[in-house]
């Protein structure tokens, strides 16, 4: 398996653009998680999927930030419009279901200037 | 909300040293896991243990629940171990949420 994809790696954006993030999950699993990894707050989970539903939102920042999740194998994350504040490595995870083992992407690094 | 500590937060070992890295957890979980945070930034799952013992070759890990703790054990360790160890739990009331330590900052020199 090739694990969890996401893209783009890096991402240098102007502030007030629009960002979007994307992630692939392993084939199979019905749990999706995005976090966020900054040197102050460490790893924060933003928001997690079970089977495509969005389940805990509670850890997106702001209404600039949306996530999607429109079939099994696809799950993105947008910023609009981004701030400089949202530099941050973005991960997505997966897992077989909640509660079980997750697994990580390389990762996105935004920058926002 | 439950608070999850590491210790050390940082360590220095000379290539060969062992190891102990500890994770404190203040409530009840049913999800643990232990990651390695390489210098390129890829988390790579080293174990999935919410209790009980389990080893990988040069690693292994211990969870007692009861307790709340969970300590992952470096023999021999190589400066290809340096990078950033995390442990993360998850509780239950049906979320899949992991919550991440501050992390242990290993450097293994030559």
């Known amino acids: 398996d090739a694990g969890v994809i996401q893209s783009p790696r890096h991402e240098v954006t102007e502030m007030g653009q629009e960002v979007t993030l994307r992630c692939k999950p392993i084939?199979?699993?019905?749990?999706l998680f995005w976090y966020r990894q900054t040197m102050m707050r460490g790893l924060e989970l933003l928001i997690y999927f079970n089977n495509n539903v969005p389940i805990d939102d509670s850890g997106m920042p702001e209404d600039r930030f949306s996530a999607k999740m429109p079939n099994a194998s696809f799950s993105t994350l947008k910023i609009q419009p981004s701030e400089p504040r949202d530099s941050a490595v973005y991960f997505c995870?997966?897992?077989?279901?909640?509660?079980?083992?997750?697994?990580f992407g390389q990762g996105t690094r935004l920058t926002v200037v | 909300g439950i608070q999850v500590e590491q210790s050390p937060p940082d360590l220095i070992l000379q290539e060969g040293a062992n190891s102990t890295l500890r994770c404190n957890f203040s409530?009840?979980?049913?999800?643990l896991q232990w990651f390695h945070q390489n210098p390129w930034g890829q988390l790579i799952n080293l174990f999935y243990?919410?209790?009980g013992t389990k080893q990988n070759g040069r690693l292994s890990a211990t969870t007692v629940a009861t307790e709340r703790y969970s300590l992952l054990y470096i023999s021999s360790s190589q400066t290809t171990d340096s990078g950033v160890y995390f442990c993360a739990v998850g509780i239950s009331s049906n979320t899949g949420k992991l919550i991440f330590g501050q992390g242990t900052t290993l450097q293994v020199k030559p």
């Open positions: 409530d009840s979980v049913n999800n």
């Open positions: 084939s199979g699993h019905n749990s």
């Open positions: 995870a997966s897992s077989l279901q909640i509660l079980t083992e997750a697994f």
């Open positions: 243990i919410p209790s």
